[in-house]
């Protein structure tokens, strides 16, 4: 009985792969910041949104460390939940954050920009939501991109690409190739979610800029959304149907409603110096400003 109970024991063990480190979890979404680890270096961040309705929302973001350097991508939306997330990137993993990335111009990418520059963060936008959140940002982006643009991070790297207008006209997804990790913000929709808010979308060219994201990313390993359940290529097919026959039909429904309007940003006009880096630029070229 002992013999086959070690038997049993020893099975076990071997069908855990060596390889694979287990997920961890930092914090609750709901207490202000949720921290997630899916493998070495890379993790979601998870923080609230208030809706004027008084839901609380989740909203996802993306971050890659690697050799001690750390790339975000989208901001919480409040500036006390940003704060923790610097804090235990500098403080506890001790790395230096070399960029901040708002994936479009709604406050679940961008809402705590202000933090990352204070502490010392650069942060690089698509040209585009520089231009939309001109109108209502109190803090814009620093340094501008077209297209595409690739970061050195470590030894690794992250590429943000546009790939055409959905969620709002200015969204990017981040791929980081090492990992085959797509974050596709809130152009991707979590499997099962609705539409959302539609108020800067465009529902006509949706779908095809999700073709084009799974043509561009075909051996994707994970997706992540900006609100709900990752998975795999299931997220990309799920959003392409649910933006298929049904352009004429725009409703808004409940269950995402990133945008500003909702909980009031102040407009306030910005004059920020700007640099601008060209179109697919190379890993870390011409990136950091003296
Ligand atoms: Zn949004
Ligand atoms: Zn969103």
């Known amino acids: 009985m002992l013999r086959l109970l070690s038997i049993i024991f020893l099975i076990s063990l071997m069908a855990q792969p060596a390889c694979k480190s287990p997920e961890l979890t930092i914090g609750k979404w709901q207490d202000g910041l949720e921290i997630r680890r899916l493998s070495p270096g890379l993790f979601i961040h998870t923080s609230p949104i208030n809706l004027s309705n008084g839901q609380v929302f989740p909203c996802n973001g993306m971050i890659f460390i690697n050799q001690g350097e750390a ?63 001109k109108s209502q940002a109190e803090v814009l982006p620093q340094t501008l991109f077209d297209g595409s643009y690739t970061f050195q991070v470590g030894r690794e790297s992250v590429e943000c690409w546009f790939p055409g207008e959905a969620h709002t006209k200015d969204n990017i997804v981040a791929w980081v190739p090492s990992k085959k990790v797509l974050f596709g913000g809130c152009m991707l929709k979590a499997v099962g979610a609705g539409k959302g808010n539609l108020a800067d979308a465009n529902v006509g060219a949706w779908s095809a800029s999700m073709e084009a994201v799974k043509k561009k990313y075909p051996k994707l390993k994970l997706a992540i959304p900006g609100h709900g359940d990752s998975g795999g290529m299931e997220l990309l097919d799920f959003t392409i149907k649910l933006f298929n026959d049904q352009i004429s039909a725009i409703h808004q429904d409940a269950k995402h409603l990133c945008n500003h309007q909702f909980y009031g940003f102040r407009r306030v006009s910005a004059e920020l110096p700007i640099r601008t880096i060209s179109q697919d630029s190379v890993a870390g070229q011409g990136l950091v400003p003296q």
């Open 71 to 133: 790339v975000v991508f989208d901001t919480p939306v409040y500036e006390k939940d940003t704060e923790k997330l610097i804090r235990w990137l500098q403080d506890e993993q001790q790395v230096t954050i070399k960029a901040i990335v708002p994936t479009h111009f709604h406050d679940d990418c961008l809402g705590g920009l202000s933090i990352f520059h204070e502490a010392g963060v650069k942060s690089y936008s698509n040209r585009l939501t520089y231009e939309l959140a």
